[in-house]
């Protein structure tokens, strides 16, 4: 990990960082100049010249780093990175279910992001709340795709990042989701479903592979009906990428309003027209600091609507 940022926050992102080579691993001939490393590292889109000239690059004591200093080994930079401006604001409000000094926990909306990443920066939880809420080290402590509604648990510092990320790598926090899909009198519920999911880097979809060792088990319960459909009650027991879309999709009731099952539909990325009817809607965990017992509800409920 590098040392603390030199540079301060801007619209709540926090400042990207570089470190050059050891000794050991450098190719120094190839790079006689910082400039010349950074042209190297950088993608091509990237124009390294005007930011040095801007002296966007600054080393661990915030100096500027300038075009012809000569390169160093194990050297960190840092820098901001430009912010796109045509990235589609998502209106729907992020309810703060609850705030202590260690855990912020928040019900956030479909389409927004959790964390800062490709076309989804400046509309993610983490750059929003990080300039709302005055919290600028606020992280999360688990993942949400950014179509799915619910609640989504922060680390307010660092120094409480690790005890509760290990509640979540050790199954050691109940959750529970709702979703909102088609009715099949032919299935008797509850439902356990184990399978084997993988998905390939670059693809869409995940799959499920026929034989291979149990890695994804959910029990689906049909809990009530509501607009001649189903709400599902979730309950996994493990966290693949994509497991409950894939497993009620398994099923045959794909969860309503799917952009990715059981088809890729080309949505753009300013439609906040149809929700996905996936939520996250309840955590319990044992609290890893003080023993007490942590129990949160998502404020949404089934079927959701564009914009709330």
Same mark, same amino acid.
């Given at each position: 990990?590098?040392?603390?940022?030199?540079?301060?926050?801007?619209?709540?992102?926090?400042?990207?960082?570089?470190?050059?080579?050891?000794?050991?691993?450098?190719?120094?001939?190839?790079?006689?100049?910082?400039?010349?490393?950074?042209?190297?590292?950088?993608?091509?889109?990237? &124009?390294? /010249?005007?930011?040095? %000239?801007?002296?966007?690059? $600054?080393?661990?004591?915030? #100096?500027? @780093?300038?075009? !012809?200093? *000569?390169?160093?080994?194990?050297?960190?930079?840092?820098?901001?990175?430009?912010?796109?401006? &045509?990235? /589609?604001?998502?209106? %729907?409000?992020?309810?703060? $279910?609850?705030?202590?000094? #260690?855990? @912020?926990?928040? !019900?956030? *909306?479909?389409?927004?992001?959790?964390?800062?990443?490709?076309?989804?920066?400046?509309?993610?939880?983490?750059?929003?709340?990080? %300039?709302?809420?005055?919290?600028?080290?606020?992280?999360?402590?688990?993942?949400?795709?950014?179509?799915?509604?619910?609640?989504?648990?922060?680390?307010?510092?660092?120094?409480?990042?690790?005890?509760?990320?290990?509640?979540?790598?050790?199954?050691?926090?109940?959750?529970?989701?709702?979703?909102?899909?088609?009715?099949?009198?032919?299935?008797?519920?509850?439902?356990?479903?184990?399978?084997?999911?993988?998905?390939?880097?670059?693809?869409?979809?995940?799959?499920?592979?026929?034989?291979?060792?149990?890695?994804?088990?959910?029990?689906?319960?049909?809990?009530?009906?509501?607009?001649?459909?189903?709400?599902?009650?979730?309950?996994?027991?493990?966290?693949?990428?994509?497991?409950?879309?894939?497993?009620?999709?398994?099923?045959?009731?794909?969860?309503?309003?799917?952009?990715?099952?059981?088809?890729?539909?080309?949505?753009?990325?300013?439609?906040?027209?149809?929700?996905?009817?996936?939520?996250?809607?309840?955590?319990?965990?044992?609290?890893?600091?003080?023993?007490?017992?942590?129990?949160?509800?998502?404020?949404?409920?089934?079927?959701?609507?564009?914009?709330?």
């Amino acid at each position: 990990m590098p040392p603390r940022s030199p540079l301060p926050a801007r619209h709540g992102l926090s400042a990207a960082w570089l470190r050059t080579p050891d000794r050991d691993r450098s190719r120094a001939d190839e790079w006689a100049t910082m400039g010349a490393w950074l042209r190297h590292r950088l993608p091509e889109h990237v &124009d390294v /010249a005007d930011m040095l %000239a801007q002296q966007r690059f $600054v080393d661990e004591e915030g #100096r500027a @780093v300038r075009e !012809d200093d *000569p390169f160093a080994h194990h050297q960190f930079v840092w820098f901001h990175r430009d912010l796109r401006e &045509d990235e /589609a604001e998502v209106t %729907a409000p992020i309810h703060v $279910v609850h705030r202590d000094d #260690r855990l @912020v926990v928040v !019900d956030k *909306p479909a389409f927004l992001s959790s964390i800062p990443r490709g076309r989804h920066v400046l509309q993610s939880v983490v750059v929003r709340l990080r %300039a709302e809420l005055g919290l600028p080290d606020l992280s999360p402590l688990h993942r949400l795709d950014r179509v799915t509604s619910g609640l989504l648990m922060l680390a307010t510092e660092p120094r409480w990042r690790g005890p509760y990320q290990s509640l979540f790598e050790h199954r050691a926090v109940d959750k529970t989701y709702w979703a909102l899909a088609p009715l099949r009198s032919d299935l008797d519920f509850p439902i356990v479903v184990r399978n084997h999911i993988h998905k390939e880097r670059g693809a869409w979809q995940a799959q499920v592979a026929p034989g291979a060792p149990v890695n994804a088990e959910t029990l689906i319960e049909l809990e009530s009906e509501v607009e001649g459909r189903g709400v599902y009650r979730l309950s996994p027991r493990t966290g693949r990428t994509h497991q409950l879309r894939l497993h009620l999709h398994g099923l045959g009731i794909p969860i309503i309003d799917d952009p990715l099952y059981p088809v890729v539909r080309d949505v753009p990325v300013d439609d906040f027209s149809r929700p996905l009817q996936l939520l996250a809607g309840e955590l319990a965990f044992t609290d890893p600091i003080d023993g007490s017992r942590r129990e949160f509800r998502s404020v949404r409920r089934l079927p959701l609507r564009a914009g709330r």
